[in-house]
């Protein structure tokens, strides 16, 4: 602990050398401080004891520790403090989000402040001054669906804002989200390749952005295919088990030919058409190919078969937040919306 006598045993040599590009928290690790008095250490700031400083100097060196020109301006008047404004109150998609960019910013010293708006404005204003006040060097605006939203107003501070899983139209602003139009194309031409023509959609309801992108992208692909999905093949519902199970019952019992794949707008969809399915004595994935979004844990490995689902790669957003947000505090003016790729995680209900 940092309050211990400190000693200056030599290191372990397997704890010297051990990665190419040590960071601020292996030198706290082997120093038994915290990142906080590392930071304090090598920045000369802040009060500690001489020995202390001392032994953390010689951990950096012997480790190869060097603080980048980044790092270095980070702490330069700065309160090493980021606050996170979300809304998502569940955390089923800002929780991988906010644990990569935590990771990241830790790795700088810098500490996170978690603020839970709840969709309320006057919560969210509340946040929002309360964290100015704290002088945070950023703010990471988060929410539970990636549709647009008012923007976050920080007032004349020329504070960095960064949306995450979250967008404005503020033309000065930068987001970040995943590819649901890119996801939904990786499914829908995987499930061609495996030799199915005759692809359903079911997704959720069409206000929100996603399940809009995710049925441009499922039709691009089809259309790249040379094939045509008819209008009944597509059916927007609500996001639940249920939904997905009376949508599929609805499939088989259209005047059409049958659907010998499906690919659904999320995860939990799925897990309800695989249920009408093995209900009515269709075999998954010999009659039917499935195919989810969101790559659920909880859900993915439960199914029979297992779900082959669309990954939207939320710990490498959460970490492109952090080097990202990293650069606008160094300085960096960055605005724009980008998009990050999902993957396709191949399991046993698509026949692959």
Known sequence: MAGNAPTDRPLKPELTGRRPAPTIRDVARVAEVSIGTVSKALNEHGRLRTETRQKILRVARELGYRPNDMAQSLHRAKSMTVGILSTDSFGRFTYPIFQALEERLADQGIAVFMCNATDDPVRERQHVEQLLGKRVDGIVVTARRSDRRPPVDVGISGLPVIYVFSQTDDPDAFCLLPDDEGGARLATEHLIRLGRRRIAHI???????????????????LEAAGLVAADDYFISTRWSERAGYEAALHLLELPLPRPDAIFCGNDQLARGVLDALRERGVAVPADIAIVG???????????????????????????????????????????????LPATLVVRESCGA
């Open 203 to 221: 997704s959720g309801p069409e206000r929100f952005g996603a399940v809009r992108l995710r049925r441009l992208g499922y039709r691009k692909a």
């Open 293 to 339: 979004f969101d790559n659920w844990d909880v859900m993915v490995e439960a199914t029979r078969p297992r779900l082959t689902s669309v990954d939207m790669n939320l710990r490498a957003l959460g970490h492109e937040a952090g080097d990202k947000l990293l650069a606008m505090i160094a300085g960096q003016h960055l605005v724009g919306t980008h998009h």
